[in-house]
């Protein structure tokens, strides 16, 4: 998955749609490409096979907002106050966004290949991104989407989504690494296997 970070070009231009003012902590641009798309977050602008794709500032956002945890759910709270801060909005403007992102990046809500709804909850964004996988999983863990210790395996899940099959096999994998290598920690842990 080819997901980069780089900090603003110039003083000279004005902030993004998705600035730290809108997104809370952040301090570097997102830049990541999938299937014909490519984002890039500090120039604001968002291409299929090279051709600007028209999306407004919202949607881009939480574009953006999504991309930035390939794989994971983000809940619809956390879209709202990320995109829209602490302002007194409903979920029908969430809602909103996403319908102009799907058009913009023609995916299907009945079998999405880019943002997944998790029903009541909110979306993931499951894009295969183009790239060397070993880039994505340093790229996973510099952004901190895996979580603690378990970044290379949100990498690798992300990375597998479209083979449940697949993406089942590394989580076991995952665990039974994991389980040894608690064994051979903890003194008398060979025991509780």
């Keep these: 998955m080819t997901l980069t970070t780089s900090p603003r070009q110039s003083r000279d231009f004005p902030p993004s749609p998705s600035s730290s003012e809108e997104s809370p902590g952040r301090g570097e641009a997102l830049l990541l490409?999938?299937?014909?798309?490519?984002?890039?977050?500090?120039?604001?602008?968002?291409?299929?096979?090279?051709?600007?794709?028209?999306?407004?500032?919202?949607?881009?956002?939480?574009?953006?907002?999504?991309?930035?945890?390939?794989g994971r759910l983000v809940t619809k709270n956390a879209l709202l106050d990320l995109v829209w801060g602490h302002r007194f909005v409903t979920e029908s403007v969430l809602k909103s966004a996403i319908s102009e992102l799907r058009a913009a990046l023609d995916?299907?809500?009945?079998?999405?290949?880019?943002?997944?709804?998790?029903?009541?909850?909110?979306?993931?964004?499951?894009?295969?991104?183009?790239?060397?996988?070993?880039?994505?999983?340093?790229?996973?863990?510099?952004?901190?989407?895996?979580?603690s210790g378990h970044s290379a395996l949100a990498a690798l899940t992300a990375l597998c989504r479209s083979d449940a099959a697949l993406a089942g096999l590394i989580r076991t994998l995952a665990a039974t690494l994991e389980r040894e290598r608690l064994s051979s920690t903890i003194p008398g842990a060979e025991c509780l296997s």
């Excluded at 490519?38 to 999306?55: F, I, K, N, S, Y």
């Design 33 to 70: 490409r999938f299937d014909r798309f490519a984002l890039d977050e500090a120039e604001a602008r968002l291409t299929c096979a090279g051709q600007p794709v028209a999306l407004a500032p919202k949607p881009f956002a939480v574009l953006c907002a999504l991309a930035r945890t390939p």
């Design 107 to 147: 995916d299907d809500p009945k079998a999405p290949r880019y943002i997944e709804t998790v029903s009541r909850r909110g979306y993931r964004f499951i894009a295969m991104a183009v790239g060397a996988p070993a880039q994505s999983a340093a790229a996973v863990e510099r952004n901190g989407a895996g979580g």
